[in-house]
């Protein structure tokens, strides 16, 4: 039900529809336990543009694919990314790619792109290959009709796969200590992003411990890395630098190296962006295949035969990739992005003022059947066929778009090729897909408990 709109919050003007106090006073626990429901209620109730009664920053949710475009393309250097939810997040990775503002972005952008370049993605194919050999093993010895978490099996994979590949280290015997700081700092950071007004970081609140013990242990993590790859760089058979090896040689363009503190916020950055993003993807993926054996078998047969004639790869498994996009495009990892708008500027006819917030979700735009044929129905095949491209965003687009975003095609497709091939996952007696609770990325709910068998 639409309601009468004030001219004014507090003195920001009112330049689009939008909930007011009341409606948002009464939706107050869903804000705090599903941020993601309310954004769809505010948008499906009044329309692709929303304006919360908010002042001071006013705050819009864009939802409209031209309007996502323009915020993140069309006019994407007038959106900065100062907003409350990447300072929360640079509690965790300092100004690290992810969540540094313009200037620091557009220095270092350049310097780690060569570690992505994609003669350095063919080595993520052996190093991929090689831990899913060891999942397969892992999940060969599960006792028969045991039920495991499939969420945590990827979480630890998708870390080893990270960590060797961008720094030569292999993470993989502490990686859930990691995989739980990681964790476990980002729920301090969501609790942040969702309360503007907290304790700083100084004041030994609960929450501020928590944040600092899993700091710590991230820290620990890097050091641990650079001491390894120190010791290794003195007898190096290979001469493919790692991230590792870039970061310390990058200068920037008067001849400066980056700092230790630098070079640490970008290694976390990659540990924090590149794994629980990949691995949520993965646990869906699962999950939904857990209720189609059918589907579970045909892309199975895919990977059997790709593997017989021209060879594993993205390209060779069409059904598969096609598959872990409609995964990216149902359950997106990362479900909000947000923006600063610099100047004023005017979105799908709304004056934005200068300074607001601006409020995306890959999750929502992947919803809107302005551009998507049946949103709500998961077509395991649609990526086949023609699609919307240009509103399909779970890397986001533009100048800030994902970096690691071939890096978790091959990932992903290779994970679920291998894995596919040895064996048959269902629910237990009375499972279900389990709901989505949207943290940094949206995880599902108590983990994803299915029973692992080898395929016969
Ligand atoms: C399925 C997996 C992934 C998803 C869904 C994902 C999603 C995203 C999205 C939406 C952004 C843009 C955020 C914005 O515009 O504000 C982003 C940026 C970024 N991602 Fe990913 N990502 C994934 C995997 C990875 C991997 C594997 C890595 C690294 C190994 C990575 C590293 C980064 C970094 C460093 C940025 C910041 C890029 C920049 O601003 O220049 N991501 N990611």
């Not at 540094?100 to 992505?116: E, H, K, S, Y």
């Not at 003195?234 to 630098?262: C, F, V």
């Not at 040895?422 to 990325?441: D, H």
């Amino acid at each position: 039900m639409k309601s009468k709109r004030p001219a004014s919050f507090l003195g920001t003007p009112s330049t689009a529809p939008g909930p007011l106090g009341p409606d948002m006073l009464r939706d107050f626990a869903l804000i705090r336990n599903n941020p993601l429901a309310f954004l769809e209620k505010s948008w499906r109730t009044y329309g692709d543009v929303v304006q919360f009664p908010i002042p001071k920053p006013p705050t819009y949710l864009i939802n409209s694919p031209q309007g996502v475009r323009k915020v993140l393309v069309g006019n994407g250097r007038n959106y900065g990314k100062s907003t409350i939810q990447y300072r929360a997040l640079s509690l965790v990775t300092g100004e690290g790619l992810l969540t540094a503002d313009t200037d620091v972005w557009q220095r270092t952008r350049p310097l780690i792109q060569p570690a992505f370049h994609q003669a350095l993605l063919t080595e993520l194919v052996p190093i991929t290959d090689s831990v899913t050999a060891g999942l397969v093993d892992q999940w060969r010895n599960i006792p028969q009709g045991a039920v495991i978490d499939v969420d945590q099996f990827m979480l630890a994979g998708a870390l080893e796969v990270v960590g060797k590949f961008l720094f030569g280290a292999n993470l993989a015997t502490n990686s859930h200590v990691i995989t739980d700081a990681t964790l476990s700092a980002l729920e301090v950071v969501i609790a942040r992003a969702r309360v503007p007004i907290t304790p700083p970081n100084w004041i030994p609140t609960p929450a501020n411990r928590k944040l600092q013990r899993s700091v710590n242990t991230l820290d620990q993590a890097v050091r641990s890395m650079l001491r390894q790859r120190s010791i290794d760089a003195t007898h190096l058979t290979t001469d493919t630098p790692n991230m590792i090896d870039l970061l310390s040689r990058a200068t920037d363009q008067h001849g400066n190296k980056l700092t230790a503190r630098q070079i640490r916020d970008e290694i976390v950055t990659f540990i924090v962006a590149g794994h629980e993003t990949v691995a949520s993807a993965l646990s869906w993926a699962w999950a939904i295949l857990a209720m189609d054996p059918k589907l579970q078998d045909e892309l199975a047969h895919e990977a059997g035969h790709a593997r017989k004639t021209e060879g594993i790869s993205v390209e060779n498994m069409p059904r598969i990739r096609s598959f872990f996009d409609e995964i990216l495009r149902v359950y997106p990892p990362a479900w909000l992005i947000t923006r600063k708008a610099l100047e004023a500027d005017s979105i799908d006819g709304h004056a934005i003022p200068a300074g607001a917030l601006i409020i995306l979700s890959p999750a929502l735009l992947h919803q809107n059947s302005k551009v998507w044929d049946s949103p709500e129905v998961f077509i395991p095949d649609r990526f086949l066929h023609k699609f919307p491209r240009e509103s399909f965003i779970p890397f986001g687009a533009g100048l800030r778009q994902c970096i690691g975003k071939d890096f978790a095609y091959v990932q992903g497709v290779l994970f679920l090729a291998a894995l596919l091939q040895k064996f048959q996952v269902r629910y237990p007696e009375g499972g279900n897909i389990p709901e989505g609770e949207p943290l940094v990325t949206i995880r599902p709910r108590g983990g994803v408990g299915l029973v692992v068998s080898l395929r016969g």
